[in-house]
Structures are given as structure tokens and as C-alpha cells.
């Protein structure tokens, strides 16, 4: 069974405090770890699929990075409006049958002024 | 990009009525799309994954005669909640994946979400 496991389960930053967010999967073979962002009431954002393992995207202040165990989001200098909650998921490499992803439980990120 | 959108992003709802979702891929087809259900504070939970003219998948535990899912076109499909009870007021989320192989081009986008109250 595929898990994902992230942590911590919440963060609180002051602005332009750097960090990282963790997420360890176990899947059966990995088709793709995604990345999201969610805001209350509102559906996750797509923000990153990495592939293969040493694999790294950046997006403005974020950078994500995979290895064959785990993944990180790096948040450089982060902002206020960098608060909400990083949603990390794997989708695993089956022919058929269950290709949806399958969740961790988020970390929620706070970033003060 | 890719959007995905979902209709209505809220809805209130009687006891013993049903309701219908609409999920929506905007810019693209997507064969397969997937509904998810979240809690508050909890992650996403997926329910059943959606076939363009075939039959859903549901998760175990997912009532499939409760929630009615049809996926009539290539860039349509419904989930409807069907004798709807309080437990059942959640936020469900659909999403499409754009491109169809491994490695680059495989991204999943997910809809705006909808917020179910049963009264």
C-alpha cells in the first residue's frame, strides 16, 4: 500500500526565515511525487512533479527536491502570502487500476510578518 | 494552463434530497478524472476515479449507489450525492491529469472544489 508521510504537521515562520517541509513515501514503484499548495476552502494549486530521484524544480522562493525515500520543499525567504498548507502526494506506476494520488496529510505553513 | 473547474463551489442541501457536482477540464480531455473528498484539517481522500464511458472506480468503503458518478464526455463529469444526509456535508474536490506518459507533461490539476452542507 502507498503511503506518504509529511512533516512537520505545522510550521511557523517569521518572514525571510528559510525552511524546509518533508515528505517520505513508500509506493511501489514511482510514477510521480507531486507538490501542491492549498489555501482554506480552496482546491490544492499545482506547483511541482518530480520524477526520478535527484531530480530538483524551483518555482519563485520554493525548490523541491526528490530522493528515492523522501522529498523536500525548500522555502527560501518566505512571505506572509507563502501561508497555507503543502500538500505532498505520489501516484504510483500500475498499468491499470489505481492511478489517482494518494495524499499526506499536509503541513501548514504560517509565515508572520 | 490546464484548469479544471467545479460547479457549484457551495451548496445547501435538505436531508433525503440530492445534489449534483460538476467537474469540468477546461483547456483539455481528460479520459480519466478523479473525485476526492476532504474534512476539515484532514488531507484529501480519494473516493473514485471517473472512466469517459465506462464504469467508476470506487475506493472501498464509497457507497457507489450514494454517490453516483457519470463521466459522459471527455471533459465532463458529475458526482451526485444522492439521499443526502448531514454526514455527508464535506468538501469535494475533482481533478484531471494532462498528458499521458511517464516522465514529463504527467500533471494532475485539481478543480476549485465544492462545499456540500446537508440541513
Known amino acids: 500500500e502507498d503511503q506518504v508521510t509529511q512533516s512537520p504537521e505545522a510550521l511557523r515562520l517569521q518572514e525571510g526565515e528559510s525552511s524546509s517541509l518533508n515528505c517520505s513515501y513508500t509506493?511501489?514503484?514511482?510514477?510521480?511525487l507531486f507538490w501542491y499548495r492549498q489555501d482554506p476552502g480552496k482546491g490544492p494549486e499545482f506547483l511541482f512533479t518530480?520524477?526520478?530521484a535527484g531530480e530538483e524544480k524551483e518555482k519563485e522562493r520554493l525548490k523541491a527536491t526528490l530522493t528515492k525515500k523522501e522529498s523536500f520543499l525548500h522555502i527560501t525567504a518566505p512571505k506572509p502570502e507563502d501561508s497555507a498548507t503543502y500538500l505532498c502526494?505520489?501516484?504510483?506506476?500500475?498499468?491499470?487500476?489505481?492511478?489517482?494520488?494518494?495524499f499526506g496529510s499536509g503541513t501548514r505553513l504560517q509565515v508572520q510578518p | 494552463g490546464a484548469v479544471v473547474s467545479q460547479h457549484p463551489s457551495r451548496v445547501i442541501c435538505k436531508s433525503g434530497t440530492s445534489v449534483k457536482i460538476e467537474c469540468r477540464s477546461l483547456?483539455?480531455?481528460?479520459?480519466?478524472m478523479f473525485w476526492y473528498r476532504q474534512f476539515p484539517k484532514q488531507s484529501l481522500m480519494l473516493m473514485a476515479t471517473?472512466?469517459?464511458?465506462?464504469?467508476?472506480?470506487?475506493e472501498q468503503g464509497v457507497e457507489k449507489d450514494k454517490f453516483l458518478i457519470n463521466h459522459a464526455s471527455l471533459t465532463l463529469s458529475t458526482l451526485t450525492v444522492t439521499s443526502a444526509h448531514p454526514e455527508d456535508s464535506s468538501f469535494y474536490i475533482c481533478?484531471?491529469?494532462?498528458?499521458?506518459?511517464?516522465?514529463?507533461?504527467?500533471?494532475?490539476?485539481f478543480g476549485e472544489g465544492s462545499w456540500l452542507t446537508v440541513v
Open positions: 502526494a505520489v501516484q504510483a506506476m500500475r498499468e491499470t487500476g489505481r492511478r489517482a494520488l494518494t
Open positions: 483547456d483539455f480531455q481528460a479520459t480519466t
Open positions: 509506493v511501489s514503484g514511482l510514477r510521480g
Open positions: 471517473s472512466n469517459e464511458g465506462s464504469k467508476a472506480t470506487y
Open positions: 481533478s484531471a491529469r494532462v498528458g499521458t506518459g511517464v516522465g514529463s507533461g504527467n500533471t494532475i490539476y
Open positions: 518530480l520524477y526520478s
